[in-house]
Each structure stands twice: as C-alpha cells, then as structure tokens.
C-alpha cells in the first residue's frame, strides 16, 4: 500500500512540475502548438496540456501524417481528437507524397521529406513559436541533452552546446536569432513513469502498445521502418510489470536506431574507433 | 579514358580494413595477420618492401599503411563523437573534405613531377561511413573524385585508379563490402584481379604502354 502511495506521489510531482512548463511556455510564447504522435508520450503530453487548462487546449494539436502509419494511429487520432475536443492540425508534404516519396528511396530523406519538411512548412505558414514535444531524456543518449525550454535556428538546428541556462524553475526565451522553441514538459519522465501515469489516469491507449501473438509495439513509427518487440504484456499492468525488468532498450524497433548501432559496432570491428 | 575495369578479389581476407588492403596493394603481400586492431593506423611499410621502390622517384599523398597522415586521427575522434551524439554528421563531413581539398591539390601538384604520383582519397570511405545511403551526397563525392581523374591532362601516362573496397547502404550508413574495383587507360589483361596482384603490375609497368 505505501509502495502504490509513494508512485502516486511521484507522479503527482511529475505532473505538477509538467503544468508549471506548459502553462509557463503558453504565458511567453503568444503562438504555441503542441505535437501529437498519437504515442504514449505525447498522448500524455496532450492530456497534461488538457489539464494544465482546465480541460480545453488553448493552442492547436498538430499531427504529421507521413501517409505510411499505422491504420491504428489514425483511428485513434480521431477518436481522441474528437473526445477531448480539441483543435487537430495536420500537416503532410503534399508535394512529397505526390512524388511517392517511401522509405525504399532512402529512410533518411522519407522522414527529412515527410516529417521535417511537413512541419517546416507548417510553421512557415503559421508562424508558430513554440511547439510542445513529449520526448524523454530516458530515451536516446542525444535527448539526455536537452533542456525543457530548447531553441531552434532558422534551419531547425539545435546548438545543444549553446543552450540557455535553466537554473531554479527560470526558463528563459531567447532574445533573437531563433525561429521557434521547442517546449519537453515531460523531459524528466521516464519511460515506466508514462505508464504508471497513463494507468493511474485511466488514460486511453493506442491498441497496437499491446501485445498481440507475442509481439508488441513498444515505441510507434511509420509501418515500414518500425518493427514489434517480443512481449506477452496485453495490459497496462502487464506492460508495467514487463519494464521493471526489460533490458531491451526502449527504440529497439525503431530502424534507424538499429542501423546506427550496427554501424557503430562494424566501425569498431575495422578498427576506426 | 578508360581501357579495362573491373571488380577485384578480396576473398582471401577477412576483413575489409583500409589499412590491411593498402598494405597488401603496396607490398603484393597479405599481412592481415600482422597488422593488430588497435595499432593499425600506425602500421607502415618501408619502401624497400613495397612496389615504390621500383620508381626512381616517386611521390605518395596520405597512402595508408605508408604515409597515411595524423589528421585521420581526428576524423576518428569526431566519427566516434558522433556515435556517442557529441558530433554530428555535418561536423565529421566538414573535415573530410577539409582533408580531401588539401590531398586533391597536393596530388595535383604532384602529378608528372616524379615517375610515380600515388595519392589516397578517403573521401567516399569516409563520408559513405555515415551517408551512403543519401544518394544525392554520394553524387557529389562520386563527381568530386571523377573530376580529379578528368584534371590529369598527361595521356601518355598510365592511370591506375584501385578501390581497396566496396560499399552498400545500411539505411544512411554505409558498410564495407567485398566489391573492391580497379580502373585503368591501359589493356593490362588483368581479369579478376587479388590486390595483392597489383604489386607485379607496377613492377612490369614499364612494359604495360
């Protein structure tokens, strides 16, 4: 009993902290967004936004459509869309699709083309400021990086080396030279606090997190370039229970992750590091 | 212009390594045995071993295994750097071809002063490491390396341009492959050659024109 207390209670400081980000982000920036891959995390990042306004988001909700997701995704884009009633933004490049653009004419210009580019294009036409994205630091070694309040240049880079100092809860709005801030308020989350929160919220789930003949997807992609993990986890709380003791890293389906692991591994095999 | 090419054999090792196959170009030797992991890139040759001393004067430009500079130490540095998401491409890109523009020219200025120019350009190796798979940069590296062909105006010279490997895309990576290839202006009849046959070659090259 005062083991499930003291998860409440960490999830409760999580969340709390989250509402201060996002409601501190929607207080500097007078045209913010928020991004929606319809995945976990940022299905909690919808809902945490949800919250933090009492129940209606002041700002749209963007989804990009790369064409090539799940049948799932897009069911549960619109279930969820028009259950909590917000405003959905979706952005694709049109032109790209049109070329039949795919991840066999090389993955990394697929995603440069279908995601980049389909959001570039976005913010061109409406001039966002600041876009919320649920990514984790427990994620990937380069999100370890970040900062909850992070800038991006004209060209979308990001100088993680020149970044803006987050002492004491201060989150700072640099004074110019950037075109957008991107806002993480649920950067210090961990992969197994999201689904502790999404199960003491009742939050509702895309199907495909369960598994289904073994297999399940534990991070959501495009259909071509995301493969399913073994689990037998068909439940929050097995999916819970299954995370305390995977040791399978969270992006394994994920294909670029893969090919860069491999390529490190070969690199070091020919003795270049 | 271009009178045979061909692919090359590289069954006998078991390794792609650039430094193992250099090695095996210059001396007609495999030493894959003999050249450790860890100290490779400070594996050299003497002259006398290797089909240079065959030229009474002779030029080489960052020849692995021979004159391979200390610069490439770096472009390690950042190449792992950027494993560990502390680089990126466009940093460990911009250094290779900083590498690349200063070998281009040395070799240029080289070219018909000695009886032998042999210059290394890493560039497609290195940047097809963490980009083969991105089709328009590969052009470029491609059309980089096919325009320093197109700059030696000496026809009567012989062009021997030698791959110590292949490549095939991994997504965006690029990994070694088995595929070296060779290219020259001469009929030199060598069919499917091993990298190790090029060390007769250049001894007879004399005769090949």
């Not at chain 1, 909590?84 to 049109?94: C, D, K, R």
């Not at chain 1, 692991?261 to 590091?273: C, E, I, N, P, T």
């Not at chain 2, 193992?20 to 400070?42: C, D, H, R, S, Y």
Request: glycine fraction near 6%; charge should be neutral.
């Amino acid at each position: 009993m005062a083991e499930i207390e003291a998860v409440a209670h960490h999830l409760h400081e999580l969340e709390r902290r989250t509402i201060v980000i996002i409601r501190e982000a929607k207080a500097q920036f007078k045209n913010m967004a928020c991004l929606w891959s319809t995945g976990k995390d940022s299905t909690t990042a919808v809902w945490l936004c949800k919250k933090a306004f009492f129940g209606k988001i002041p700002f749209p909700v963007i989804h990009i459509d790369t064409g090539c997701k799940f049948p799932e995704i897009y069911e549960f884009r619109d279930k969820i869309a028009r259950d909590w009633g917000f405003n959905l933004v979706i952005a694709e490049n049109e032109e790209a699709l049109k070329q039949g653009m795919s991840p066999e004419k090389g993955r990394l210009d697929c995603c440069t083309l279908l995601k980049t580019k389909a959001l570039r294009n976005l913010l061109d036409k409406e001039n966002y400021d600041a876009l919320v994205l649920a990514i984790r630091r427990d994620e990937h070694g380069i999100r370890a990086k970040e900062r909850y309040f992070s800038p991006r240049d004209q060209e979308f880079r990001w100088n993680y080396a020149d970044q803006p100092a987050e002492l004491w809860d201060l989150y700072v709005k640099p004074s110019e030279d950037f075109s957008h801030m991107r806002v993480h308020p649920i950067l210090h989350w961990t992969e197994l606090d999201v689904w502790e929160y999404v199960r003491l919220e009742k939050l509702p789930i895309n199907p495909l997190y369960f598994a289904k003949d073994g297999k399940r997807y534990r991070s959501l992609g495009c259909m071509p370039c995301t493969v399913p993990i073994p689990s037998k986890a068909k439940t929050i709380d097995e999916i819970v229970e299954e995370l305390k003791t995977s040791q399978i890293p969270e992006r394994a389906g994920r294909s670029q992750d893969k090919e860069k692991a491999y390529m490190m591994q070969k690199l070091r095999s020919l003795g270049y590091m | 212009m271009q009178k045979e090419h061909g692919p090359t054999d590289l069954s006998a090792f078991n390794l792609e390594r650039t430094v193992v196959l250099w090695a095996a170009f210059l001396t007609g030797k495999n030493m894959e045995a003999n050249i450790p992991l860890k100290t490779q890139w400070e594996f050299k040759v003497p002259t006398q071993a290797t089909f240079l001393s065959f030229f009474q004067t002779f030029a080489t430009i960052d020849v692995p295994a021979y004159s391979h500079k200390k610069i490439h130490e770096e472009e390690r540095r950042l190449l792992k750097a950027y494993f560990n998401d502390e680089a990126t491409v466009e940093d460990f890109d911009a250094l290779v071809w900083k590498i690349h523009e200063e070998n281009r020219k040395e070799f240029l200025n080289s070219t018909g002063k000695f009886n032998l120019t042999m210059g290394y350009f890493n560039l497609a190796d290195s940047i097809g490491h963490l980009s083969f798979g991105i089709q328009q940069k590969m052009r470029t590296v491609y059309e980089e390396l096919d325009g320093i062909a197109g700059e030696l105006k000496t026809s009567e010279d012989i062009i021997l341009i030698v791959s110590d490997h292949g490549m095939k895309a991994l997504g965006r990576y690029g990994d070694h492959t088995k595929n070296g290839f060779y290219s020259t202006n001469r009929k030199v009849g060598l069919g499917l050659p091993k990298i190790t046959d090029f060390y007769n070659l250049m001894r007879s090259i004399e005769n090949v024109a």
